[in-house]
């Protein structure tokens, strides 16, 4: 396991953290999606977008012994 890795993977667990965390960046209803709101969309779109990113995190401080 590469140490320079941990950072950027602990890093990269943030961006969901972060882009959920500030509301009033989301709290609107237009653009909406197939009828939903902006605030739910935004939310829901957040859910594979962070399986994606965990996933990441995890391929890059995995140990393949």
């Not at 653009?31 to 969309?41: D, E, H, K, N, V």
């Amino acid at each position: 396991m590469n140490k320079r890795s941990w950072p950027a993977a602990l890093w990269l667990l943030l961006i969901p953290y972060i882009g959920l965390l500030w509301v009033p960046f989301y709290n609107f209803r237009e653009p909406a999606l197939f009828g939903f709101p902006f605030f739910y969309w935004y939310q829901l779109a957040w859910v594979p977008l962070t399986s994606f990113i965990i996933w990441i995190a995890y391929r890059s401080l995995r140990n393949d012994d």
